[in-house]
């Protein structure tokens, strides 16, 4: 009897130590900060403490094993204790860093107690890349109830098998619907299932505004995808709205403006806070266009879309002014978002009416506001199937089938971005941006230009006046030098 309790003991703690959810995440090797051993992580959850019993190997520019990773306990049922939400969770959230590699594809392989959890190959991508590959996509279920999202899945499977690497996943927000919801379950099935591809390629995410629990706090998603934001490395009382990051040719902005669309932001703090760290972070990426010249700003939320019985379809233009001022000035690319459950193609526009462009056939140019995407076509099964929308005058195309968008920056002046159905894996649009290097020098760094510009007028206007003055003081004393040797004379 002792032995089957003992044994029966063993298994239920193995059981809470078995790991799951395996997810990679770049890290701030790829910020501003570009610490060297900070370049992946690898996150994986259990349900007990599990201390010391995992290490990673790592197959890359050397062979080595890593023993030494931070373990953190996420306590929801603590969050919530007095509230009506009653929820009853707890896991253990785990996290490996890779230091940055030379070689461009790392091998490597979770192990537990000498049993391999999980064996993959991942691109771990260059700062100086001269192509760049990331997947957009977004609202995206994975209950399975509908089936809506079981064909991404199952894209991403053959993906996987044919070893198509891509440098990153961007998530544009509204994971499981909810993540918090059924006592947090619907969440660890979202992280059971989706490591299916977030352990094969790092996975960057924006908050949806169905990820952020019955608090509103989004706290599970964020212990749960710690992204690398600023705040993390210093002081300031930065809340975890914005981060950014550089692969290749491209710098890439996340921005979650949440609080500001739900009225949430009444005396405009987190407002100005955000569009602050965004002036920075421009001026920053502005000063570096040489060598980093595309400029990509990722988020949940639309400035323009279709559905006018969604406030953020009629209002987001206003609720997001400040921040639409700042993608012109400093000519930002693309910008991508969700929410709406279905992909869109939109014009650059600004202020709620045309801004100026030129375009070929499908190649943007000369474009003096962002091309805008809606990236909400992964499969949810919340709300009604994906739908065509009545036409605006901003809408170029629009596509109801699921799908995921494929971002490739060619070089530094050519940009494709092409919508994958993923039911048949075909291309259903495709367009092209082409950067204008002459305008490009002009535009980017004409308040720059312009600042040294005014200062040598400035001294050079000085300079006249000196001499004027010089110049005048002399004609003074000769006259009356004259005037005295003509008195002389006489």
């Given at each position: 009897?002792?032995?089957?309790?003992?044994?029966?003991?063993?298994?239920?703690?193995?059981?809470?130590?078995?790991?799951y959810g395996v997810r990679l995440f770049l890290g701030h090797y790829y910020t501003s900060l570009k610490i060297d051993t900070d370049a992946l992580r690898i996150v994986f959850n259990t349900k007990n403490i599990c201390n010391n019993q995992f290490q990673l190997f790592i197959k890359g520019d050397l062979e080595f094993n890593i023993t030494n990773y931070k373990t953190k306990?996420?306590?929801?049922?603590?969050?919530?204790?007095?509230?009506?939400?009653?929820?009853?969770?707890?896991t253990y959230i785990h996290t490996f860093q890779i230091p940055k590699q030379l070689s461009s594809i790392v091998f490597y392989t979770l192990i537990s107690?000498?049993?391999?959890?999980?064996?993959?190959?991942?691109?771990?991508?260059?700062?100086?890349?001269e192509t760049t590959k990331v997947l957009f996509f977004g609202d995206m279920d994975s209950r399975w109830v509908y089936n809506r999202s079981k064909q991404t899945f199952d894209w991403f499977e053959n993906q996987i098998k044919q070893n198509i690497q891509f440098d990153s996943l961007i998530f544009t927000g509204d994971m499981a619907y909810n993540l918090e919801s059924d006592n947090c379950q619907r969440g660890e099935l979202w992280l059971s299932r989706i490591s299916l591809f977030t352990s094969q390629y790092p996975f960057m995410i924006t908050p949806g505004n169905h990820d952020s629990g019955y608090n509103r706090k989004q706290i599970f998603i964020r212990e749960h995808f710690e992204m690398p934001y600023q705040n993390m490395h210093n002081t300031q009382d930065y809340e975890n709205y914005f981060y950014s990051f550089n692969i290749g040719f491209?710098?890439?902005?996340?921005?979650?403006?949440?609080?500001?669309?739900?009225?949430?932001d009444p005396y405009n703090l987190i407002r100005d806070q955000l569009l602050l760290q965004f002036r920075n972070d421009l001026i920053t990426a502005v000063q570096n266009?040489?060598?980093?010249?595309?400029?990509?700003?990722?988020?949940?939320?639309?400035?323009?879309?279709?559905?006018?019985?969604?406030?953020?379809?009629?209002?987001?233009?206003?609720?997001?002014?400040?921040?639409?001022?700042?993608?012109?000035?400093?000519?930002?690319?693309?910008?991508?978002?969700?929410?709406?459950?279905?992909?869109?193609?939109?014009?650059p526009y600004?202020?709620?009416?045309?801004?100026?462009?030129?375009?070929?056939?499908?190649?943007?140019?000369?474009?003096?506001?962002p091309i805008t995407i809606i990236e909400g076509a992964g499969g949810a099964d919340y709300g009604a199937e994906i739908m065509i929308l009545e036409n605006k005058p901003y809408t170029v195309k629009q596509m109801d089938q699921n799908g995921v968008g494929l971002l490739q920056v060619m070089n530094k002046t050519h940009l494709q971005f092409q919508q994958i159905r993923v039911?048949?894996?075909?291309?259903?649009?495709?367009?092209?941006?082409?950067?204008?290097?002459?305008?490009?020098?002009?535009?980017?760094?004409?308040?720059?230009y312009w600042n040294i510009f005014l200062i040598v007028w400035i001294l050079i206007f000085l300079l006249i006046l000196i001499l004027f003055y010089l110049f005048r003081r002399l004609k003074l004393k000769f006259n009356k030098q004259y005037l005295h040797a003509t008195d002389f004379i006489v």
């Open positions: 009897m002792f032995m089957i309790i003992f044994l029966f003991l063993m298994e239920s703690i193995q059981k809470q130590c078995e790991a306990l996420l306590n929801m049922t603590d969050v919530y204790i007095g509230t009506k939400a009653n929820i009853e969770y707890e107690n000498d049993t391999i959890i999980k064996q993959a190959q991942v691109k771990l991508p260059h700062l100086q890349q491209v710098h890439f902005i996340q921005y979650d403006p949440v609080k500001i669309i739900y009225k949430a266009r040489e060598e980093v010249p595309w400029i990509v700003v990722f988020t949940h939320y639309p400035i323009y879309c279709n559905f006018m019985d969604d406030d953020q379809c009629v209002n987001n233009f206003q609720y997001l002014a400040e921040f639409e001022k700042l993608f012109k000035e400093f000519h930002v690319d693309l910008y991508v978002s969700g929410h709406q459950h279905n992909y869109q193609r939109n014009y600004y202020q709620n009416n045309s801004a100026s462009f030129e375009m070929d056939g499908n190649i943007y140019y000369n474009y003096e506001s039911s048949t894996n075909q291309i259903i649009d495709e367009f092209w941006i082409i950067q204008n290097r002459d305008t490009y020098d002009i535009d980017y760094f004409n308040l720059e």
